[in-house]
């Protein structure tokens, strides 16, 4: 179950507009596949900094991250900006809500409609379905 | 199958596949051997926008696989990495019948005139091992049209500063995209020269394949019209019809084999097979012809070591494997206010040669063009200014207004070559099948990072002046340059003292023994390599044809 913290901070590296937020379009469950099927290594170091991010909203006077005000909540982002572990969830998120469908994140390639980008292919965005006999871990899956 | 082969050709990528083609149609039996599978559109276009090899964040498309064929990377800082063929420090093409010419973008560049004699223009820097080819561009002409007439390239007579050329182009000139005109415009303001890239793909039916349909996802893939022309849809089909050739997929070269006296009667080969059974054998030819690349051609040449030749095939002078190259790419993004892209492929679209050379102050120089459609995934990862939150809604306002409005101009830069940016056998490290791997290190010559510094400015003025609002891209820091353009490895030479093969690509010292493939490069241009892979690969099998 992921915790309320992830879901709040992903919802404020990609918030809502007129397009879908981040766990709108499915970018929670895209990174966490991620990270138990154990290709990407930064489960850990983004655990241990959402900790960070909660105890800094407590010292605000906020029970969580997840608690506190959208506003107070970019405030406390800014904290963290600059750290590895931010970062790369930021580029995990980035992925999961600009990739094509199959991926797991960005439901009827949304984001790509919102940037106006055409896939232009004639089986859909995803193209041909994959080879599952190498869309495997180990074979052409890290 | 039979054994009685004239010559085995290892690897069906750019040149093997044209080895294969023109051995067979002079008569010769041929065996091509592939570690890659066979691949199309439909059992491996699958559109993975993070497994590619275009952006190979989570995996890749083709392969090698990723477990069990890891090579070491030493980087700039002198760390040693075990690296997985997706990724950066592996420097990987592609591994599959066609090689990069079932994904590639198809950039179908000739060399220029002086790219060949970048010695005599320039002068020797120091710490570097530059040298002339040993052949001109009057020379490589003639394969370089056979190479854009049989593999088929579309393009025009556009390039004011190109050699002389005695024929056309099979195929009319890829369409402009918005971008294009203000481009142009950008450059005559400047005085700049331009016109339309060639490219391998087909613009119009040819060769009983469809054209081009714009799909938003150009390089990295297979084509869904199979309008991209590689070896794998042409020489390979020619060379299978001879029914001369045959081709072994999931089949690596272990080792070069040699009788006692160290000549080369064949190759050693395993075979995959189904599940995990390897399978050994060895097969004999009387000339066999290494095409694996530039860093798997050196890796087979030192795997093959000798009594009289300890260190490797073709190495007692410890040449083979050193002068890795590939090209710096100096990019600049500019932001106009109009939508300027629109999401079709191939994207290419204009170029020019008017900094090739003649750069004051720089060793050669590089052609800048525009690029291939980007992925919107890739275009967050390269194309973002460096000013731009990654996070928040000004990252994801960015995307929505900006995706259509950013456009690029780069080019590939002629490399200084450096004796110490090199393959060798790892001692320690061995892949799947017991084979010690290739352990990569080295960093770019300082003076190829003059010029790539040149060229970003360059490329930041044409942008400026074509109504960008404004402009970004980071200058590339010093590293090993290999990748996709890999070549140099196996340098063919007059001096049997500083080159590892002929001009024609026989290995120093082994009547029977040749490379063909990007290895060969004393230099590699400054332009994308593969037209001119592709013509040298004409050119050595045809010579291979005569001799046998
Ligand atoms: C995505 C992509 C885009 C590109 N775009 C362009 C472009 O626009 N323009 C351009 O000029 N170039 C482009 N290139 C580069 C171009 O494809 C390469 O320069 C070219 O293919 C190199 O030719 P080669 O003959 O040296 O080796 P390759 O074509 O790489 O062929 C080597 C083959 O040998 C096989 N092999 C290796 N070792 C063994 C072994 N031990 N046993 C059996 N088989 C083996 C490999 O699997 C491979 O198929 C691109 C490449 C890629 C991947
Ligand atoms: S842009 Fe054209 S050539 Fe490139 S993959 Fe798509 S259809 Fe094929």
Same mark, same amino acid.
Not at chain 2, 7 to 33: H, M, P, S, T
Not at chain 2, 496 to 525: C, K, M, Q, Y
């Given at each position: 179950?992921?915790?309320?913290?992830?879901?709040?901070?992903?919802?404020?590296?990609?918030?809502?507009?007129?397009?879908?937020?981040?766990?709108?379009?499915?970018?929670?469950?895209?990174?966490?596949?991620?990270?138990?099927?154990?290709?990407?290594?930064?489960?850990?170091?983004?655990?241990?900094?959402?900790?960070?991010?909660?105890?800094?909203?407590?010292?605000?006077?906020?029970?969580?991250?997840?608690?506190?005000?959208?506003?107070?909540?970019?405030?406390?982002?800014?904290?963290?900006?600059?750290?590895?572990?931010?970062?790369?969830?930021?580029?995990?998120?980035?992925?999961?809500?600009?990739?094509?469908?199959?991926?797991?994140?960005?439901?009827?390639?949304?984001?790509?409609?919102?940037?106006?980008?055409?896939?232009?292919?004639?089986?859909?965005?995803?193209?041909?379905?994959?080879?599952?006999?190498?869309?495997?871990?180990?074979?052409?899956?890290? | 199958?039979?054994?009685?082969?004239?010559?085995?050709?290892?690897?069906?990528?750019?040149?093997?596949?044209?080895?294969?083609?023109?051995?067979?149609?002079?008569?010769?039996?041929?065996?091509?051997?592939?570690?890659?599978?066979?691949?199309?559109?439909?059992?491996?276009?699958?559109?993975?926008?993070?497994?590619?090899?275009?952006?190979?964040?989570?995996?890749?498309?083709?392969?090698?696989?990723?477990?069990?064929?890891?090579?070491?990377?030493?980087?700039?800082?002198?760390?040693?990495?075990?690296?997985?063929?997706?990724?950066?420090?592996?420097?990987?093409?592609?591994?599959?019948?066609?090689?990069?010419?079932?994904?590639?973008?198809?950039?179908?560049?000739?060399?220029?005139?002086?790219?060949?004699? /970048?010695?005599?223009?320039?002068?020797?820097?120091?710490?570097?091992?530059?040298?002339?080819?040993?052949?001109?561009?009057?020379?490589?002409?003639?394969?370089?049209?056979?190479?854009?007439?049989?593999?088929?390239?579309?393009?025009?007579?556009?390039?004011?500063?190109?050699?002389?050329?005695?024929?056309?182009?099979?195929?009319?000139?890829?369409?402009?995209?918005?971008?294009?005109?203000? /481009?142009?415009?950008?450059?005559?303001?400047?005085?700049?020269?331009?016109?339309?890239?060639?490219?391998?793909?087909?613009?119009?039916?040819?060769?009983?394949?469809?054209?081009?349909?714009?799909?938003?996802?150009?390089?990295?893939?297979?084509?869904?019209?199979?309008?991209?022309?590689?070896?794998?849809?042409?020489?390979?089909?020619?060379?299978?019809?001879?029914?001369?050739?045959?081709?072994?997929?999931?089949?690596?070269?272990?080792?070069?084999?040699?009788?006692?006296?160290?000549?080369?009667?064949?190759?050693?080969?395993?075979?995959?097979?189904?599940?995990?059974?390897?399978?050994?054998?060895?097969?004999?030819?009387?000339?066999?012809?290494?095409?694996?690349?530039?860093?798997?051609?050196?890796?087979?040449?030192?795997?093959?070591?000798?009594?009289?030749?300890?260190?490797? /095939?073709?190495?007692?002078?410890?040449?083979?494997?050193?002068?890795?190259?590939?090209?710096?790419?100096?990019?600049?993004?500019?932001?106009?206010?109009?939508?300027?892209?629109?999401?079709?492929?191939?994207?290419?679209?204009?170029?020019?040669?008017?900094?090739?050379?003649?750069?004051?102050?720089?060793?050669?120089?590089?052609?800048?063009?525009?690029?291939?459609?980007?992925?919107?995934?890739?275009?967050?990862?390269?194309?973002?200014?460096?000013?731009?939150?990654?996070?928040?809604?000004?990252?994801?306002?960015?995307?929505?207004?900006?995706?259509?409005?950013?456009?690029?101009?780069?080019?590939?830069?002629?490399?200084?070559?450096?004796?110490?940016?090199?393959?060798?056998?790892?001692?320690?490290?061995?892949?799947?099948?017991?084979?010690?791997?290739?352990?990569?290190?080295?960093?770019?010559?300082?003076?190829?990072?003059?010029?790539?510094?040149?060229?970003?400015?360059?490329?930041?003025?044409?942008?400026?002046?074509?109504?960008?609002?404004?402009?970004?891209?980071?200058?590339?820091?010093?590293? /090993?340059?290999?990748?996709?353009?890999?070549?140099?490895?196996?340098?063919?030479?007059?001096?049997?003292?500083?080159?590892?093969?002929?001009?024609?690509?026989?290995?120093?010292?082994?009547?029977?023994?040749?490379?063909?493939?990007?290895?060969?490069?004393?230099?590699?241009?400054?332009?994308?390599?593969?037209?001119?892979?592709?013509?040298?690969?004409?050119?050595?099998?045809?010579?291979?044809?005569?001799?046998?």
């Amino acid at each position: 179950m992921p915790s309320a913290t992830f879901l709040a901070l992903l919802d404020r590296i990609i918030p809502v507009d007129e397009w879908p937020s981040a766990t709108t379009s499915g970018v929670d469950r895209f990174i966490l596949a991620l990270w138990q099927s154990g290709a990407d290594g930064s489960a850990g170091s983004a655990a241990a900094g959402l900790e960070e991010l909660d105890k800094l909203a407590s010292h605000a006077g906020y029970a969580s991250f997840a608690d506190a005000p959208e506003i107070t909540q970019d405030t406390l982002l800014e904290q963290v900006a600059a750290t590895v572990w931010f970062r790369q969830l930021c580029e995990l998120a980035a992925e999961g809500y600009y990739a094509n469908p199959g991926n797991g994140a960005n439901p009827d390639a949304i984001s790509w409609h919102m940037i106006g980008y055409k896939h232009g292919l004639p089986e859909g965005p995803d193209g041909p379905p994959a080879n599952r006999s190498e869309a495997r871990m180990g074979k052409l899956w890290a | 199958m039979s054994m009685d082969f004239d010559a085995i050709v290892v690897g069906a990528g750019a040149a093997g596949g044209i080895a294969a083609c023109v051995l067979a149609e002079a008569g010769k039996r041929v065996l091509l051997v592939e570690q890659g599978r066979w691949r199309s559109h439909a059992n491996s276009g699958h559109r993975d926008h993070l497994r590619n090899h275009r952006l190979q964040a989570h995996g890749i498309n083709t392969g090698p696989y990723v477990d069990g064929h890891p090579r070491i990377f030493v980087d700039a800082s002198g760390e040693t990495h075990v690296v997985r063929p997706h990724d950066d420090g592996y420097h990987n093409n592609a591994s599959t019948v066609g090689s990069g010419t079932l994904l590639y973008g198809g950039l179908a560049w000739r060399f220029h005139p002086d790219d060949f004699r /970048l010695k005599s223009r320039y002068g020797v820097p120091k710490g570097s091992s530059l040298v002339d080819w040993p052949i001109s561009y009057a020379e490589l002409a003639p394969w370089y049209e056979r190479a854009e007439w049989e593999i088929g390239v579309a393009g025009h007579d556009g390039d004011t500063n190109s050699g002389a050329r005695t024929r056309g182009y099979p195929m009319p000139p890829l369409p402009p995209k918005p971008s294009t005109a203000k /481009l142009r415009a950008g450059a005559t303001n400047l005085g700049i020269s331009t016109f339309t890239p060639p490219i391998l793909i087909n613009t119009v039916p040819r060769d009983g394949r469809a054209a081009c349909v714009q799909c938003g996802s150009c390089v990295g893939f297979p084509c869904p019209s199979d309008a991209k022309n590689g070896t794998q849809n042409t020489v390979i089909q020619r060379a299978l019809a001879t029914g001369r050739c045959e081709i072994m997929t999931g089949t690596v070269a272990e080792r070069i084999a040699t009788n006692a006296r160290g000549r080369v009667v064949g190759i050693d080969l395993i075979d995959m097979g189904e599940g995990n059974a390897e399978i050994r054998r060895r097969i004999t030819a009387r000339a066999v012809m290494l095409s694996a690349g530039a860093i798997e051609s050196a890796r087979l040449l030192l795997a093959s070591a000798t009594d009289s030749e300890p260190h490797g /095939l073709g190495n007692n002078r410890d040449l083979v494997g050193r002068n890795l190259q590939g090209h710096y790419y100096p990019t600049v993004f500019g932001l106009f206010e109009d939508e300027v892209e629109n999401s079709h492929g191939p994207g290419v679209t204009i170029a020019t040669t008017d900094f090739v050379h003649g750069n004051e102050g720089v060793v050669a120089g590089a052609m800048l063009a525009d690029d291939f459609v980007m992925l919107p995934a890739i275009f967050w990862k390269q194309a973002l200014p460096p000013d731009l939150p990654r996070f928040g809604l000004k990252a994801k306002h960015f995307m929505r207004d900006n995706y259509r409005r950013v456009s690029q101009i780069k080019g590939p830069v002629h490399e200084v070559p450096a004796p110490d940016c090199r393959v060798t056998l790892d001692q320690t490290c061995k892949d799947r099948f017991g084979r010690f791997v290739p352990r990569l290190s080295g960093v770019v010559h300082p003076e190829t990072l003059r010029t790539v510094a040149a060229m970003h400015e360059k490329a930041e003025a044409w942008l400026e002046a074509s109504g960008t609002i404004r402009t970004w891209g980071a200058l590339p820091a010093p590293r /090993l340059s290999a990748g996709q353009h890999q070549a140099g490895t196996c340098r063919m030479g007059d001096d049997e003292a500083i080159s590892v093969t002929d001009p024609f690509g026989r290995v120093w010292g082994h009547p029977n023994l040749f490379v063909s493939d990007a290895s060969l490069h004393p230099t590699n241009g400054a332009y994308n390599p593969v037209l001119t892979i592709m013509a040298m690969g004409f050119r050595n099998s045809d010579n291979l044809a005569k001799m046998l």
